[in-house]
């Protein structure tokens, strides 16, 4: 699952059932449970690793997180919640398609 929006955690994702309950972001009413999620970066409050933990504690985390920049916030998160967290140039970034397969080996 890709967007080209930052991902504000604690304001815009829905931390029992993993849908993006923000209705200006282009993934609003997707649910991010077991998907590999592609975005730039985190936004908004640093409460925001604990939604991440909380997402992965109610068992509506992504499988993995793959992103241009590991700000302070997504990468407390994916840490307290063992989440795979994987940074990426802006090149590779823009390669990866909504809906595509990934290995992460």
């Keep these: ?20 309950r923000d209705p200006s972001h282009e993934l609003h009413g997707r649910s991010v449970r077991d998907s590999i999620l592609v975005f730039p970066h985190g936004a908004g409050s640093s409460v925001g690793a604990y939604t991440i933990y909380s997402l992965k504690s109610a068992g509506a985390a992504p499988k993995a997180m793959i992103c241009l920049k590991a700000d302070p ?8 919640a063992n ?23």
């Design 1 to 20: 699952m890709k967007t080209r929006q930052p991902i504000n955690f604690l304001g815009a994702v829905d931390n029992k059932t993993g849908t993006i």
């Design 73 to 80: 916030t997504v990468a407390s998160g994916c840490a307290l």
């Design 83 to 105: 989440i795979p967290l994987i940074t990426m140039g802006q090149a590779e970034l823009d390669a990866m398609q909504d809906g595509a397969e990934f290995f992460l080996g």
